[in-house]
């Protein structure tokens, strides 16, 4: 059985950057996608990029390009999320999900609150 | 502005059926890339329903159907349920946005 743990909740100042780890266990990591998928308060789910450690590099919307670096460690079965230049329209739970390599999302993290205010 | 959309909301009484519709272009799911459903109860994570336009996810009740036609997609749920009540998104891929994207969500509220 896959499971995938995320890094708990975070606090941030506006301007700084944060990094969300997400551990997947019961499966070949290096052969999922590993999806990055946010809901801001009262909104609905928005697919921020993802990676596919067997190809190395990661793919990313358009909305965020610039902004989001996605990376995988191999040997400790980890995504990571790094947003930089944080704002208040930031603050949302942070979803990882790992799935086939057409980014279909078969298992979720618990989801990571990033909180931005001053 | 979601390029899949979806009404914002469906409801039914209990034992109806509802259906969801996901609605793309040409760059979508017109282009033939596959549909897939998840549902979102209350403060919880998503969960896969519906992968690959039609085949439901390991221990999702027969009660749930996917199709695709065109450029949209459709969910429906027979028999409601008040535990079905859940916002539910749609998701494929967009090749003029090389990347991912999520309908705008629709919420189910069984009367």
């Known amino acids: 059985q896959v499971l995938v743990v995320q890094s708990g909740a975070e606090v941030k100042k506006p301007g700084s950057s944060v990094k969300v780890s997400c551990k997947t266990s019961g499966g070949v990591f290096s052969n999922f996608a590993t999806s990055w998928v946010r809901q801001a308060p009262g909104q609905g789910l928005e697919w921020m990029g993802g990676i596919i450690p067997i190809f190395g590099t990661g793919h990313y919307a358009q909305n965020f390009q610039g902004r989001v670096t996605i990376t995988a460690d191999e040997s400790t079965s980890t995504a990571f999320m790094e947003l930089t230049s944080l704002r208040s329209e930031d603050t949302a739970v942070y979803y990882c999900?790992?799935?086939?390599?057409?980014?279909?999302?078969?298992?979720w993290g618990q989801g990571t609150l990033v909180t931005v205010s001053s | 502005q979601s390029v899949l959309t979806q009404p914002p909301s469906v409801s039914g009484a209990p034992g109806q059926r509802v259906t969801i519709s996901c609605t793309g272009s040409s760059s979508n799911i017109g282009a033939g890339y596959d549909v897939h459903w998840y549902q979102v109860l209350p403060g919880t994570a998503p969960k896969l329903l519906i992968y690959g336009n039609n085949n439901r996810a390991s221990g999702v009740p027969e009660r749930f159907s996917g199709s695709k036609s065109g450029t949209s997609a459709s969910l429906a749920i027979s028999g409601l349920q008040a535990e079905d009540e859940a916002d539910f998104y749609c998701q494929t891929y967009d090749s003029s946005l090389s990347g991912s994207v999520f309908g705008g969500g629709t919420k189910l509220t069984v009367l």
């Open positions: 999900a790992a799935g086939d390599v057409n980014w279909r999302m078969d298992y």
